[in-house]
């Protein structure tokens, strides 16, 4: 794929800042046409009554929590009925909670098992089609609990006081595919796994990072993903999920980079990880570098460490569309990976090499070829768009389907009798319209702009240069701020 043709161009508003040695610097980047062209709502439903309706006695106590977490992952094939999807749940209503000056990772639906969920969306009404509780070999529900004590998040009750118990079966989920066979595969962000479910919602397998441990979960546990995997930021485990046209291998995505070699410098970080996954094999087969856009270009995030990938849906055999987002805002790239180096079972993989992948900030650390990133469609500019989108799905050559996360619209406000109140955010799919395609524009490495000392006071007219930190506002065609980005074209040439 290359440049956009002429006939596609459209206008942006690029930001130009002049560094502090006077090199240009793109803050901000063109953005293809899209649109929003239909919005289907999902009206609440309570916890109990969806999932206890698939299996009877499941939920105990819903705390007045209704149905949620749907957008986790979105499917569908082209032979599906129209306006027909497959969801995902991730692990369920969950919280945090202030005490003694640190915040309790709560479960206030402790027995809330992760659920596939078949939806239909017929206007602007989406309509649960079927339910199916993921369950273990012996046919109980994994639940969606922390797997090991002093590696996962401890887990509570809804009150933040009482211990919830720990489960090696449970299961945060995320994303989602399925193959010709039936069975569906999802990710997850505990162990940093891979899971093969079948097609009534039996866990078959899960794929996790050498070294991982899971004795007593209720199916079987491969070793099969590199160590490193294994040092994931808690909560940030997988979360994307692609399947290549043929279905024969699948893509999978760190959420965000790996807290590796130190939580400050993962946190700092903005380096993640990409691999390829043989299905016949059951072999990982590549390991790829992405690198996140400067967290300044997702409007109010304040730190690196609010950027994630969410979703992942794949074009062709090497070429994916990627769902990069902080909560309020998600802009969607392409990249191929072809063009960039697999670093599987290279000293990247090695915990004891210095300086680690993740402390690198640069657009080549270490030789690096990272996943090229073109921009195809930045969610933030279109209207009533919901906060965190986690389902993606292509349906056309020029469209896309996206969904919420709506995390249960649960608070951490509850009454006299333990019950919580619903802020009202509700589950939504959207579809989108990108009449250029998926060619999208270059969204290159770029270094954030660093503080910079006070600047002399700012010369006016054609005095002298402006200071550095100034910025110059232009409104340009999409190719002109490709040239920017190149460097084809010198700021004084404009």
Known sequence: MGLPS??????????????????????????????????ATLQPIRLATAINAARPSTIANDRGINMGGLGSGLWRTPTDPTGVYWTITDRGPNGQIPVDGANRRTFPVPDFSPALVKVQAQGQTLTVLETLVLTGTSGRPVTGLSNLAGVDEVPYLYDAQSLATYNQSGLDTEDLVRTPNGDFWTVDEYSTSLVRIDSTGKVLRRYVPVGVKLPTADYPVVEALPAIFAKRTPNRGFEGLAITPDSKTLVLALQSPLRHPTTPIGNASRNTRFLTFDIATEKVTGEYLYQFQPHTEFGSAPTAAE?????????????????????????????????????????WDDPATTPALEALNEASPGGIVALPKFLVADLGTLPNIPGKIEGLVILSPTSIAIMNDNDFSFSEKW????????????IQLLTISIPGGFTGVPAPFLVAPATAPAPAPAKTGNAGPLPAGSTVPVVAFAILAVAAVFGSRRLARR
């Open 6 to 39: 002429v006939r596609v161009l459209v206008a942006a508003a690029v930001t130009l800042t002049l560094g502090v040695a006077g090199t240009v610097q793109l803050s901000a980047q063109a953005v293809p046409a899209a649109s929003v062209t239909n919005v």
């Open 307 to 347: 950027m994630k990938v969410s979703a992942l849906a794949a074009i062709d055999a090497t070429t994916i569309l990627v769902d990069e987002r902080t909560d309020p805002i998600a802009k969607i790239y392409r990249v191929d990976l072809s063009k960039a180096t697999n670093i599987l079972g290279t000293r």
């Open 415 to 426: 009454d006299a009798q333990g019950n919580f109140t619903d802020p009202g955010v509700r």
